[in-house]
């Protein structure tokens, strides 16, 4: 695994990789720099920098992402954590796939949450009342062009109605479908 990290830390470095006559699109040094420090004090050490890629099974993977230890040595490594380390290791093994250092990425099906203490995620239905208040208050701050005054609704809206239109219509949905004709019959 040590011998494809460089090569990969080489080619993590571009979005999008120079070809002829292009300099190719870098990312930015943070997110590289992550990458690099979640390679070697997670992935790496984990697993162990002369285990050969080969050896590596999806298994493997997820049982010593699983018992990572936080630096302190004071528990378990926080499931966002384990989370950043999925992420390197899938990228890891997906460039290694594409360069041919491997026939199939270990990493592709992991798991992506690590732990009971997930992110709750909750339906907000707001009332047409607070619709109603929110475009109002977009209506104040959100002002429309003094060349557009004629546009302005007859209690003075603006680009609140933006808001009371996906509010009324439902177009703010993921469920929205693009209007088509219906057939004729």
């Known amino acids: 695994m040590s011998d494809w990290s460089p090569r990969f830390l080489a080619s993590y470095a571009f979005k999008v990789k120079p070809a002829k006559g292009f300099d190719g699109i870098t990312r930015p040094y943070a997110t590289w720099a ?105 209506d104040r701050s959100w002002r429309l062009p003094k060349w557009a005054a004629d546009l302005y609704g007859p209690g003075g809206e603006g680009k609140g109605d933006i808001l009371r239109l996906m509010a009324h219509t439902g177009s703010g949905s993921r469920s929205w479908q693009p209007w088509r004709p219906r057939p004729s019959t």
Do not use: C, Y
Request: proline fraction near 5%; charged fraction near 20%; glycine fraction near 8%.
């Open 34 to 138: 992550k990458a690099k420090a979640v390679l070697h004090a997670n992935l790496l050490s984990a697993l162990g920098e002369h285990q050969k890629m080969r050896t590596v099974t999806h298994d493997m993977l997820v049982e010593d992402i699983g018992a990572l230890q936080r630096e302190d040595g004071a528990g378990p490594l926080a499931p966002s954590s384990k989370t950043t380390v999925v992420a390197v290791a899938r990228s890891f093994s997906r460039d290694a796939v594409r360069a041919g250092a491997l026939t199939a990425s270990p990493a592709a099906n992991l798991p992506t949450v690590w732990g009971a203490s997930g992110t709750g995620r909750g339906l907000l239905i707001p009332s047409i009342l607070d619709v109603e208040r929110l475009a109002r208050a977009m």
